[in-house]
């Protein structure tokens, strides 16, 4: 697997992760119809014309999965057991059907499990910026990775 095992991460380690995405309108209505939500901001045109922003916002949840998403490749795709939470997740800036979202992934801290011999606990800090580069989404992230097998 590409993912990286818990001995390969390092505090203050940072991932600019290739992988983008421009978020369309399809994306934002199927997401929201899909978690049922109604929020008018996000599906329906005419409300959100009137609204602050004048146009749809994209489903802010839908921007924390992609900006998850994204980071997966570089960092934990095979070698994650499980997330164990999110903290501090903002969204300074909306995003909106057609932005291009790029992600960047920094190691916060590093530790083994005190309970789990083969896996230890990572904490990451997700940034997500859109083609301008402000900054639309943030989160702190622990997640259970899996140890490097022991020599045989």
Same mark, same amino acid.
């Given at each position: 697997?590409?993912?990286?095992?818990?001995?390969?991460?390092?505090?203050?380690?940072?991932?600019?992760?290739?992988?983008?995405?421009?978020?369309?309108?399809?994306?934002?209505?199927?997401?929201? #119809?899909?978690?049922?939500?109604?929020?008018?901001?996000?599906?329906?045109?005419?409300?959100?014309?009137?609204?602050?922003?004048?146009?749809?916002?994209?489903?802010?949840?839908?921007?924390?999965?992609?900006?998850?998403?994204?980071?997966?490749?570089? #960092?934990?795709?095979?070698? #994650?057991?499980?997330?164990?939470?999110?903290?501090?997740?903002?969204?300074?800036?909306?995003?909106?059907?057609?932005? #291009?979202?790029?992600?960047?992934?920094?190691?916060? @801290?590093?530790?083994? @499990?005190?309970?789990?011999?083969?896996?230890?606990?990572?904490?990451?800090?997700?940034?997500?910026?859109?083609?301008?580069?402000?900054?639309?989404?943030?989160?702190?992230?622990?997640?259970?990775?899996?140890?490097?097998?022991?020599?045989?």
């Amino acid at each position: 697997m590409a993912g990286l095992y818990l001995e390969e991460f390092q505090p203050g380690q940072v991932f600019r992760h290739g992988l983008t995405k421009t978020v369309t309108e399809s994306d934002n209505m199927l997401f929201s #119809t899909m978690t049922l939500n109604p929020q008018p901001l996000h599906i329906d045109f005419d409300f959100a014309a009137r609204s602050e922003w004048g146009r749809p916002l994209v489903n802010s949840l839908f921007t924390l999965g992609l900006m998850i998403g994204i980071s997966v490749h570089d #960092t934990t795709i095979g070698t #994650t057991v499980a997330n164990l939470g999110m903290k501090e997740t903002t969204f300074p800036h909306p995003v909106f059907h057609g932005d #291009t979202i790029r992600v960047e992934t920094e190691v916060v @801290s590093v530790r083994e @499990s005190k309970s789990k011999p083969d896996r230890g606990i990572v904490e990451f800090e997700h940034r997500a910026f859109n083609q301008t580069g402000e900054l639309v989404a943030r989160c702190v992230r622990q997640a259970m990775i899996m140890k490097m097998e022991p020599a045989a």
